[in-house]
């Protein structure tokens, strides 16, 4: 029989060479190049085209959800890296433009924020630091909503016109 405190060894052990084998199941990804850079192929995974990939990024498979693929993509796309938080933060800055994407705001702290947007579609992007060093990136990528033309109880145009008919 086995002493509990040879079991509570065993145990954490065993817990601990777990969390490490999860660790492994981060996909590396290949760096992407801009749109106008881009010529070359890789064959290395690459889930979607229009965002840029900072070097040695691994995809966090369990926290991601990338419907579609390429270039019409939705969902979130989370990354891990050694790059660290401000050096990840300038890399997203330059490199969105060169994806065609259009910036619309960005703030830079513990967890930093970029938003930016391309027809039909709005990208965020959060930046956190690891504790280990490197940092966590997660991309979500959406349709953008219609805007709203008016505010509920000021009806106008065409909204004007069905208020009339009720």
Same mark, same amino acid.
């Given at each position: ?17 777990? =969390? =490490? ?8 990804? #290949? ?17 979607? #085209? ?16 990338? =419907? %579609?693929? /390429? ?7 989370? @990354? ?24 619309? @705001? ?6 930093? &924020?970029?938003?930016? %947007? ?16 490197? #940092? ?11 805007? &709203? /033309? #008016? ?16």
């Amino acid at each position: 029989m086995i002493s509990p405190a040879k079991f509570s060894i065993i145990a954490a052990s065993f817990a601990a060479i777990s =969390l =490490l084998g999860a660790c492994a199941l981060n996909e590396p990804l #290949s760096a992407t190049q801009s749109n106008a850079a881009a010529g070359a192929s890789s064959e290395a995974f690459r889930p979607v #085209s229009d965002v840029p990939i900072p070097k040695d990024a691994a995809l966090d498979a369990e926290k991601s959800l990338i =419907l %579609s693929g /390429q270039n019409e993509w939705t969902g979130r796309l989370v @990354m891990v890296t050694s790059v660290n938080a401000t050096e990840t933060y300038a890399f997203y800055k330059t490199q969105m433009p060169l994806f065609d994407w259009t910036p619309i @705001m960005s703030v830079q702290s513990g967890i930093s &924020v970029l938003t930016f %947007s391309r027809p039909e579609r709005v990208a965020t992007i959060q930046i956190e630091r690891r504790a280990l060093g490197g #940092s966590v990136i997660t991309v979500t990528v959406a349709r953008a909503q219609d805007t &709203v /033309q #008016s505010a509920p109880g000021n009806p106008t145009g065409n909204d004007q016109q069905q208020f009339r008919q009720r």
